[in-house]
């Protein structure tokens, strides 16, 4: 899928809506002993879904950058490996945002949990974007993403 | 649409033609009424859609309308050969593209996989267990080159494929040269056929017909056309996309010289092939090759349109950016009408070819070899030599000198012919059932594929392929530009109460049966 700007954005608010959503309540009893520090499931969930909202609201700024990147390539694509690695970055932001307190307070951030939840959950909505969604959606891949 | 005299068949291919001949009042008059195609003696079949090519183009629309849950008997698909990829195996093989070379097609425009998933590349690292291909359409175009498939994945696949969507009781073979609007709707599609007992024809009485038919034939520069003309030599003045294997048989017995023309892809195929015959059998060519625009560096004044060019070539993956195909160039482009679009599409595409690693290698290498070098310029003359065994081009560079190129062969690598009235078919059409063309001198389409000017309440006409290019989208000379253009046309029948539009619960449960390899 080459994405148009709108493209971008309502495949990420999508497929963090649904997608990540439902993978994260799959992995969160998998995280609570990763997590330690007596956390409970409820805890787990509330860092869980905070970076959830955080890729979702913060992922719009980033596509307007990642946008505007685009337009420096001469196909106007953006090439596979770019929807991986970004991750990396994104998932910076994420734990930094996380830890000050963003969207709401989860106090200290236990590092092993989020990143295996940011990496597994990064990864999952990466290869449903990449196969699975041209199933669902048939005109998406002709839209540049556009899911309306 | 039921007359009298109507022949109801069952099954594609067992359509019979009657002795009927093309009246003189048939042939003048534009509007038929169903009692001039009976006094004329044509047999009439009615079925709501035709499709006429039988190509790739054909097939990417009945795959399209049998998975929206249009049934076999509502479909016939004409055309002059039984297999859809016959046509485009014969110009791919020709322009030095065998089955086990790879095509200029991204993984993702999967011919007999309307989803495009699973791509080429899982499945031919599934085939052969090997995930090297997984890598590099991971890694596409960054740390790898594109992944595009071999052509003779693609065959293989179709002809699957073909077999899932009951291809073969569709297609009646056969040549459609005219398609004319029929009083009270719909249209008469009028195909001839050269049987045992003489030329029959049918007029297939339908609501809904769509043109695929590819080009109408190979294209010569108008010098090599003229030597052509002129000489009546057919043998060292090929195209690239004709039969021309004995021109690498005579380099293979003896040292030649082979002047090749263009810059585009086909070119390098035909480069590709000249430098594997000196590497791998023992051919002494030297190559020549001319430029009649040489593109020196990257093209484009501003940072955020500059494409890649260098030694002569410009350099993109696929013949347009691939954000022309479903991207933001798709989007910019659907907005312009006229010269606008004209011009972008201009700048989009053009000549270029693919930046290939081993071309570029080939290349460099031959050139320090000294049997491979560039020329630039405009050609003032073909000529044969006194003694008949070569030929002389004559160019003129920009700075004006003047020089010879003497070649034992000269092989065209520019294109195939686009112009609409050297098809029957499509003179017909715009002398007689209202198309035009567009600001390419191609068919002129609606966004959704619909001939302009052709609609003949409550029927359409539709067009997809190489003759709709200059149109609202850029790629319909490409595997998922034949897509793109029957997905348009099957939503709009769909509107029209042709199947139904292909929405996600049917999108996942079609898929399912592909998968399984069921029937649509």
Sequence with gaps: MTPTLSGRIQTRLFLVATVAAVWTLIIGPALVPIAGGGAGISDVYRLAFGALVLVAVVGIAWELLYHGLQQYRWEKDWPTLFGLVTGLPEGIVVFALLSAGLPWDVGDVPTDAFTVHFATTWLVIWLVANGPMRVAFIRWRFRGGQLL | ?520
Aim: glycine fraction near 10%.
């Design chain 2, 1 to 520: 649409m039921n007359g009298d005299d109507t022949v109801i068949v069952g099954r594609g291919g067992s359509d019979r033609g009657g002795q009927g001949d093309l009246t003189d009042h048939l042939i003048e008059t534009s509007l038929w009424t169903d009692q001039d195609v009976e006094a004329a003696g044509i047999p009439i079949v009615d079925v709501p859609f035709v499709s006429v090519g039988a190509g790739l183009g054909s097939f990417a629309m009945v795959d399209f309308l049998r998975s929206g849950g249009v049934p076999v008997g509502e479909i016939r698909v004409l055309g002059d050969s039984i297999t859809p990829t016959e046509t485009y195996e014969y110009l791919a093989t020709n322009s030095q593209i065998p089955r086990h070379e790879r095509l200029r097609s991204d993984s993702g425009s999967v011919m007999d996989n309307i989803w495009g998933f699973p791509s080429y590349a899982l499945r031919e690292a599934w085939s052969k267990r090997s995930p090297r291909r997984v890598w590099q359409v991971v890694t596409e175009p960054i740390l790898d080159e594109y992944f595009t498939p071999q052509a003779g994945q693609v065959y293989e696949s179709v002809e699957r494929e073909a077999k899932r969507i009951g291809w073969e009781d569709m297609v009646v073979l056969g040549y459609v040269r005219m398609v004319r609007k029929r009083h009270g709707g719909g249209y008469f599609a009028v195909q001839t056929r050269t049987e045992p007992r003489g030329t029959t024809r049918l007029a297939y009485r339908c609501r809904f017909v769509h043109l695929a038919i590819g080009y109408p034939g190979v294209a010569f520069l108008p010098d090599l056309q003229e030597y052509r003309d002129r000489t009546g030599d057919f043998t060292r003045v090929v195209n690239a996309y004709e039969p021309h294997d004995h021109v690498y048989e005579e380099m293979r017995r003896r040292p030649c010289t082979v002047l090749v023309r263009g810059s585009g892809i086909v070119a390098s195929r035909i480069l590709q092939r000249l430098f594997d015959d000196r590497t791998d059998r023992g051919a002494q060519t030297r190559v020549v090759h001319l430029f009649r625009n040489y593109v020196a560096g990257p093209q484009g004044d501003s940072a955020r349109f500059r494409r890649p060019g260098a030694n002569g070539f410009a350099y993109q993956a696929f013949n347009f950016p691939k954000a022309a195909w479903g991207g933001q160039l798709r989007v910019d482009l659907e907005k312009l009408d006229g010269e606008g679009r004209a011009e972008l599409l201009g700048k989009m595409g053009g000549t270029n070819t693919a930046p290939r690693r081993s071309w570029k290698r080939q290349i460099e290498q031959a050139t320090a070899d000294g049997h491979y070098e560039q020329q630039v310029g405009s050609v003032e003359a073909v000529e044969p030599t006194p003694t008949g065994d070569a030929i002389v081009t004559r160019i003129r560079t920009s700075a004006g000198d003047r020089h010879e190129i003497n070649a034992q062969f000269i092989i065209d690598a520019t294109g195939l012919l686009a112009r609409l009235d050297e098809h029957r078919l499509m003179a017909d059409l715009m002398e007689h059932t209202g198309a035009d063309t567009n600001p390419y001198g191609r068919l002129d389409v609606e966004p959704n594929f619909e001939v302009r000017g052709t609609a003949s309440e409550p029927g359409r006409l539709y067009a997809s392929g190489s003759m709709t290019l200059g149109g609202y989208y850029a790629g319909v000379d490409s595997f998922l530009g034949l897509q793109y253009a029957a997905l348009q046309i099957a939503d709009d029948l769909a509107d029209h109460g042709l199947g139904k539009r292909i929405r996600t619960a049917r999108s996942v449960s079609q898929w399912w049966r592909w998968m399984r390899n069921r029937e649509p």
